[in-house]
């Protein structure tokens, strides 16, 4: 038990932080299936296009840079639990405000792609295809904004000098939601982008 | 992370490394479908690539492989539960109808 678990106990509370984080392992398993699920949807329906446009519309190029911004999301914001367990709070702040401007930025990528595919002829109702993709896309875009927002939470946490409150959510379970954004959007890249070339 | 780690982790150098070796691997990932002589294996380079990021990320930056064994378990059934869901959503579909 670490010194910090110790004076918890000590205090005549109970340690929960490891049961947050099991807890945080037990989601992100689940939200295996909840991706999976949907990546084998958009399988099914990845070739009934009806008059719509289809795979051909997507532009690789532009995707893989996307993808390499949010896989070096995943780097700043290791870096920023490295800083974390060093209490280094300045440290943790500049990576965790690095981690969410990466964010940001494939997110507005995500934005701009939808925008090109809508005035292309590609919108949700438009086919199958059409609908799987955004489904897809779409709900990881929506966590991807999620884990923006609690890294914001985060920095302001620091800037306000409550980093090390350990109540809720911290830099480790954010982190381990943030890292978990990055590999579904591996699969979605393999599987969406590549495999459709 | 502390309370479960048994093993030290790594440090920068060595996660700006493992950045570095991912990167390659997506370099790579976007230059197969180009490659005509690669064309037969494709599929499978590209699934093989994708997983390989997918558990060093895993693996590393989320200390998984420094973790407990309960957590490990618990992320691992859901990485494996996607499988028999895979066919129960395409059998559900009628995808081999």
Not at chain 1, 24 to 29: A, E, K, R, S
Not at chain 1, 39 to 60: K, S
Not at chain 2, 18 to 34: D, G, H, K, R
Not at chain 2, 71 to 95: C, D, E, K, Q, Y
Request: proline share 3%.
């Amino acid at each position: 038990m670490s010194s910090e678990a110790a004076a918890v106990e000590a205090a005549g509370h109970h340690d929960v932080r490891p049961i947050r984080k099991t807890a945080m392992w037990v989601f992100l398993g689940s939200e295996c299936m909840f991706f999976g699920s949907m990546i084998a949807t958009f399988l099914l329906y990845r070739n009934t296009t009806g008059d719509g446009p289809g795979a051909d519309i997507l532009n690789i190029s532009f995707t893989s840079a996307s993808s390499f911004i949010l896989l070096m999301s995943s780097l700043t914001m290791v870096l920023a639990h490295h800083a974390f367990t060093n209490r280094d709070a300045r440290g943790t702040r500049i990576w965790l405000s690095a981690t969410a401007l990466l964010g940001t930025t494939f997110l507005a990528g995500q934005v701009f792609e939808f925008t090109e595919f809508i005035r292309e002829g590609l919108t949700l109702r438009t086919s199958s295809f059409g609908s799987a993709f955004y489904m897809l896309t779409g709900f990881h875009g929506a966590h991807v904004a999620i884990g923006v927002m609690m890294l914001l939470a985060m920095v302001y946490l620091s800037v306000d000098g409550r980093l090390y409150d350990d109540r809720g959510l911290n830099v480790e379970l954010v982190g381990l939601y943030w890292h978990f954004v990055d590999i579904v959007w591996i699969v979605i890249f393999t599987v969406v982008y590549l495999l459709q070339v | 992370m502390a309370e479960a780690t048994n093993r030290a982790h790594p440090t920068p150098r060595v996660y700006w490394a493992i950045a570095l070796f991912l990167a390659a691997i997506t370099a790579m990932e976007v230059t197969v479908p180009n490659v005509d002589a690669l064309a037969p294996a494709k599929v499978p380079l590209l699934w093989a690539l994708g997983a390989i990021k997918f558990f060093i990320v895993v693996a590393f930056f989320m200390h998984l492989r420094y973790d407990k064994k309960l957590n490990r378990t618990l992320f691992l059934f859901g990485v494996i539960g996607v499988f028999p869901l895979f066919i129960v959503v395409l059998l559900s579909l009628h995808a081999f109808g």
